[in-house]
């Protein structure tokens, strides 16, 4: 069970930092990710980070968001700078045991997600 929070309506080129808690045991040995959904679309890969920590992005966010987990808190963030306009949707995490994967139906339990939004 994966529970997100953080989202809302911020200014371009501002920061918000999205959360996921999970509930249950061995989250540490879970991959981790974000994907993100506006209206119309399917879900697109943000970005991940693996049991071990290590992190991976897509091009679109790199340099800008940036993926932490902490496991004695079963959390894993989302650090997002310089928003853009773009960047406005519907943030889900998901919590997989194939390792970080760009496929979002690799992972195995999903948050309910939490909006995002950056006015143009």
């Known amino acids: 069970h994966l529970v997100e929070s953080g989202g809302g309506m911020v200014q371009a080129g501002d920061s918000m930092t999205l959360s996921c808690e999970a509930s249950g045991d061995n989250f540490r040995t879970y991959a981790l990710a974000w994907f993100r959904q506006t209206p119309g679309q399917e879900l697109r890969y943000v970005g991940g980070?693996?049991?071990?920590?290590?992190?991976y992005y897509t091009d679109s966010v790199k340099g800008r968001f940036t993926i932490s987990r902490e496991n004695a808190k079963n959390t894993v963030y989302l650090q997002m700078n310089s928003l853009k306009a773009e960047d406005t949707a519907v943030y889900y995490c998901?919590?997989?045991?194939?390792?970080?994967?760009?496929?979002?139906?690799?992972?195995?339990?999903w948050g309910q997600g939490t909006q995002v939004t950056v006015p143009s």
């Open positions: 998901g919590a997989g045991v194939a390792g970080v994967t760009r496929r979002w139906n690799d992972y195995n339990y």
């Open positions: 980070i693996t049991w071990s920590g290590s992190a």
